[in-house]
């Protein structure tokens, strides 16, 4: 029998990017389906975290993610442009986001069609895999097309339903924080929460013990 998961997810998160194909493999490994589960990042749902958070926080978190992407071997540069706007120095999200509300809704129009996971796959390589000004020119057609998808389609469905995406994703945002945990990645099995790309693991063997098997 198929098991069922839920990632929960963002295109600002480096650290959904390095798990990503991890999730991808999984699915190509195991009897599983891992429904995508798009949310808002940190730095829109709480516009001041970055202000308020502790000096240390942000250098580490640069370190931490190129030191884990070597380790992995995993392409890693910083995103140009980053999805948020934000001023490094002083941590401020600007008010004028053009990137994050696009990315996100075309995201969950993607999972709509049971292709969240290979979209967020395909677009992550492009954004924290060294893809300059990847927003220009036929990147994110050409993404779309690798995911088994049409950017034009996804697009019409932002501008026409942005409303009803919005809600699903806000309701994302409460099944995460309802499953335990607040963070992304998140992958929840069985309704335990697994933060984390170094948590995935953990994740397989709980849901072996479920009966989890290789395809």
Same mark, same amino acid.
Request: charged fraction near 25%; hydrophobic fraction near 40%.
């Given at each position: 029998?198929?098991?069922?998961?839920?990632?929960?997810?963002? @295109?600002?998160?480096?650290?959904?990017?390095?798990?990503?194909? $991890?999730?991808?493999?999984?699915?190509?490994?195991?009897?599983?389906?891992?429904?995508? $589960? @798009?949310?808002? *990042?940190?730095?829109? $749902?709480?516009? =001041?975290?970055?202000?308020?958070?502790?000096?240390?926080?942000?250098?580490?978190?640069?370190?931490?993610?190129?030191?884990?992407?070597?380790?992995?071997?995993?392409?890693?540069? *910083?995103?140009?442009?980053?999805?948020?706007?934000?001023?490094?120095?002083?941590?401020?999200?600007?008010? /004028?986001?053009?990137?994050?509300?696009?990315?996100?809704?075309?995201?969950?129009?993607?999972?709509?069609?049971?292709?969240?996971?290979?979209?967020? =796959?395909?677009?992550?390589?492009?954004?924290?895999?060294?893809?300059?000004?990847?927003?220009?020119?036929?990147?994110?057609?050409?993404?779309?097309?690798?995911?088994?998808? /049409?950017?034009?389609?996804?697009?019409?469905?932002?501008?026409? =339903?942005?409303?009803?995406?919005?809600?699903?994703?806000?309701?994302?945002?409460?099944?995460?924080?309802?499953?335990?945990?607040?963070?992304?990645?998140?992958?929840?099995?069985?309704?335990? *929460?697994? @933060?984390?790309? =170094?948590?995935?693991?953990?994740?397989?063997?709980?849901?072996?013990?479920?009966?989890?098997?290789?395809?």
């Amino acid at each position: 029998m198929t098991l069922q998961a839920d990632v929960y997810w963002s @295109f600002r998160s480096p650290y959904s990017y390095l798990a990503t194909r $991890r999730y991808v493999a999984l699915t190509q490994t195991y009897d599983l389906q891992i429904n995508q $589960r @798009f949310v808002y *990042p940190l730095a829109i $749902r709480e516009p =001041d975290f970055f202000e308020k958070n502790h000096p240390n926080w942000l250098g580490y978190v640069f370190k931490d993610i190129f030191r884990v992407a070597q380790y992995m071997d995993i392409p890693m540069a *910083p995103p140009n442009p980053d999805p948020i706007v934000q001023d490094i120095a002083t941590r401020k999200i600007a008010d /004028d986001q053009p990137h994050i509300f696009l990315l996100t809704r075309m995201g969950q129009a993607a999972s709509r069609r049971g292709k969240g996971l290979e979209f967020a =796959d395909e677009v992550s390589r492009m954004i924290w895999g060294g893809t300059a000004d990847w927003n220009v020119g036929d990147h994110m057609q050409q993404a779309a097309a690798r995911a088994g998808l /049409d950017l034009a389609e996804l697009k019409a469905e932002t501008e026409s =339903d942005a409303g009803k995406l919005d809600q699903e994703i806000a309701d994302n945002q409460k099944a995460l924080e309802a499953s335990g945990h607040w963070g992304v990645p998140t992958l929840v099995f069985d309704g335990e *929460p697994f @933060f984390g790309q =170094d948590r995935i693991d953990l994740a397989v063997w709980c849901m072996e013990q479920k009966g989890l098997q290789k395809r």
